[in-house]
């Protein structure tokens, strides 16, 4: 058996040593020399966990194990395994059985949001750091709950939104890093006012609504649709609700708001130095929306508490021209890095970067040290979109939010959103 890695490893930067030692001299439940190679599994293979940059294995983290509560999706991913990475794949269905393999060190979750929570928190509890998909949790009071197992059991945790670091920042001509020096240096002025619409690609998916008045059809075979529901109420199976069209229902998920909204608002907090931030109001015009099916909305604005916004333009704002990405008193930056303030490049190359992130999740679960987008700043920026789906829900169009205890002020149905009940067995 192996020891846990993180104490092995705190004690040798407590001496000053990061020296490559025999795991045979070593041993212990949980410990990996850093020469030693990591291991994942991915749980939920219908669609994202397959993709190429998901699915794949190098000489510094092994696939070796893939879940799904559909036969044919864990089929298809075990062949994969064996076409595209040579490596034969231990299968699971109950993703309780893959977390509790001890030699697995990453746990890789790519499921419907309505899980996340509840695999983190039991990943956490099982010794294995965890990279998950977005939105991070499907409630806030369910990023509370992983926030708290992360840090109880010690445990390195990515979320998988990346704009923040690299690639081009919503078809503006650059990355955000230039975006984030001119927010930092000032010249835009403050408060400022940054607006996702049609020029950042944002309407891609916005048309991801569910179906009212779904008729019950037969479970298909290679389904487990009572495990696949897990958590969730229990709803009659319509092909409409599961796999690639699922995020169009409450349950599951909130549409093409909360599939793409973290995102888009997860590197505007960061632009804006929110990260430890939550806004105190969210605006809402949007037409009512179904109990069970997700529909569509038209403007949603948060507001913090130092006159900040964000907005985002829905449906009806997709043929918007030229407006600004982001404003201030003092200058604007529209797409393509086009800004109001002149010869702005070189003005900018008179201040400092930003500061480095760490954006390698290997590198960060061997040295223990927190990655870039974590548990914490990523329960802020899916904060914001479980917040708006919440006043979507309830139809409200305004709600006021206390940043301390991150609970709605004066609404007692929107609170009880926060902490939604999970169907039995389940629970946090």
């Known amino acids: 058996m192996k020891q846990n890695r993180r104490t092995f490893l705190k004690t040798m930067g407590a001496a000053g040593l990061f020296t ?4 045979k001299v070593l041993g212990g439940k949980g410990y ?13 293979v219908g669609g994202i966990g397959r993709s190429n940059y998901h699915f794949n294995s190098d000489e510094r983290c092994r696939l070796i194990s893939v879940c799904d509560v559909d036969s044919k999706h864990l089929q298809k991913a075990l062949d994969l395994g064996k076409s595209k990475l040579n490596l034969t794949l231990k299968p699971y269905h109950d993703f309780r059985d893959l977390i509790q393999d001890a030699n697995l060190d990453i746990v890789h979750i790519a499921t419907p949001p309505h899980w996340h929570a509840l695999m983190a928190v039991e990943a956490a509890k099982a010794g294995k ?8 949790t499907r409630t806030i009071g369910e990023g509370k709950r992983v926030i708290e197992a992360v840090h109880r059991y010690n ?12 690639d081009t920042f919503y078809g503006l001509g650059t990355t955000v890093q230039p975006l984030k020096k001119l927010v930092d240096s000032g010249m835009l002025g403050w408060p400022l006012k940054v607006t996702v619409s049609g020029i950042t690609g944002f309407t891609w998916k916005f048309y991801w609504v569910g179906k009212e008045n779904l008729e019950q ?4 075979a290679e389904l487990d649709y009572d495990m696949w529901l897990g958590p969730a109420p229990y709803k009659p199976y319509n092909a409409h609700r599961v796999h690639q069209t699922f995020r169009g229902y409450w349950d599951y998920d909130g549409g093409g708001l909360t599939d793409m909204g973290q995102h888009y608002l997860d590197p505007v907090q960061y632009l804006l130095g929110k990260d430890n931030d939550f806004p105190v109001k969210v605006d809402v015009d949007a037409p009512q929306q179904h109990p069970d099916a997700v529909g569509i909305w038209h403007k949603i604005t948060y507001t913090y508490e130092d006159g900040c916004q964000i907005v985002l333009e829905g449906e009806g704002y ?9 404003e201030g008193p003092k200058g604007k930056v529209y797409k393509g890095f086009e800004c109001t303030i002149p010869d702005i490049m070189n003005k900018l190359a008179e201040y400092p970067d930003p500061e480095p992130q760490r954006t390698d999740f290997v590198d960060c679960v061997r040295t223990r040290q927190k990655f870039a987008l974590n548990e914490e700043n990523g329960h802020h920026s899916c904060t914001l979109v479980n917040m708006a789906a919440v006043a979507l829900r309830l139809g409200r169009k305004t709600l006021n939010f206390d940043k301390q205890t991150q609970t709605f002020i004066g609404d007692d149905a929107a609170n009880a959103l926060i902490d939604q009940p999970m169907r039995g067995p389940w629970k946090i």
């Open 217 to 220: 059809q037969e479970v298909p």
């Open 129 to 136: 750091d965890i990279w998950c998909e977005k939105p991070f």
């Open 318 to 326: 997709e043929s918007k021209s030229k407006i600004p990405y982001i």
């Open 32 to 44: 990996i020399a850093p020469s030693d190679q990591l291991t994942k599994g991915i749980i939920g």
């Open 155 to 166: 445990r390195i945790l990515r979320l998988n939104t990346w704009f923040r670091f690299k």
């Open 20 to 23: 490559i030692v025999p795991r």
